[in-house]
């Protein structure tokens, strides 16, 4: 019977999360019975989207979700054999039993490192790839802004758009994710919005306009981009990280979307599952040629885990932030 640690949320956050409120529990775990599976988590996604959680959605003292990866040890069903990799939503925790709902078999890529599954060729990737391409309907050698661009899913977006023909300007908060970004990924334009002001930094790097915003951040970035996007331009809304924290981030020019015609919407993954297996073929494809270059900020030991999450928040990850839990 081994013994898992977990991490709970014991207090709600109000701005930044604090260390004060998380708590590293360590709980007995019961063996696989009839029909069931024990798993060992290797690594957990640590994203954006789990602040708002904190807020509402997460119960207080019970251990945290999110996405893992993870192996089968024991397994007392035909349906997983022991060594099986798994997909799984029960991340902040070292092992769990299940009855194999939620889990998800993956045959990694023998060419690709193991950790590539959780961000360009997983569910970030995919974001970005059916964000990008589907509801913004990019075409080749279009206008494209990406915010977060140094981040998992940004990044992938950026280079996707690369790919595609078009001129890419990428906004970030530090020099280094901006030196990567220019030096390492080619992008025709950096913005560090941290020592810029994003509203003329981006009117200076987009001289013919935007024609597709992929947003990850609202507020500011948003309303900078709808100055400056041309007739019939599109706004896929990934994400809204710079109001996750405070629950507000205001845009106050969003009347700019009428005369430009300007589409925005939100999305999220499952609106576009049917392109699941392109992406697959596509990223696989870029990531061994090179044409998808990524990086990875991975932190060791679930009692690290809480310190990810506010890092991530506080844009310490290059590229996707990772924890590693086991070998
Ligand atoms: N719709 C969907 O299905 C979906 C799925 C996955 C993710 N998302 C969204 O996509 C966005 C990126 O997610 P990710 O997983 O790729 O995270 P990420 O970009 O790897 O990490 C988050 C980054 O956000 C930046 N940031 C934090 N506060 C900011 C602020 N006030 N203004 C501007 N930038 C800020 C930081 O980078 P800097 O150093 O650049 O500040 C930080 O590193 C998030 O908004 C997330 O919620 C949506």
Known sequence: MPKSREIHLVGRPSGMPTDANFALVERDIA?????????QNLYMSVDPAMRPRLT?????NEAMGGGALGRVVQSKTDAFQVGDLVSNRLGFREYFVSDGKGLTKLSPDPDLPL???????????FTAYGGLLHIG????????FVSTAGGAVGSVAAQIAKIKGCYVVGSTGSDDKAAWL????GLDAVINYKTQPIRKALEEATP?????YFDNVGGDHLEAALRRMNTLGRIPVCGFISGYNSGHSPVSNLSNIIYSRVMLRGFVAPDFMHLYGDFQRDMAGWLKAGRVKYQETIREGIANAPHALIGLLGGENAGKMLVKLAE
Do not use: S
Not at 182 to 185: A, I, K, T
């Open 208 to 212: 013919k306009g935007i024609d597709v």
């Open 115 to 125: 950790t590539v599954h959780m961000h360009a060729l997983g569910g970030t990737g």
């Open 31 to 39: 063996d696989a019975a009839d029909g069931q599976v024990l798993v």
């Open 56 to 60: 509402a959605g997460q119960e207080l």
């Open 182 to 185: 220019r030096d390492e990924v």
């Open 137 to 144: 309907g990019l075409k080749d050698g279009e206008q494209v």
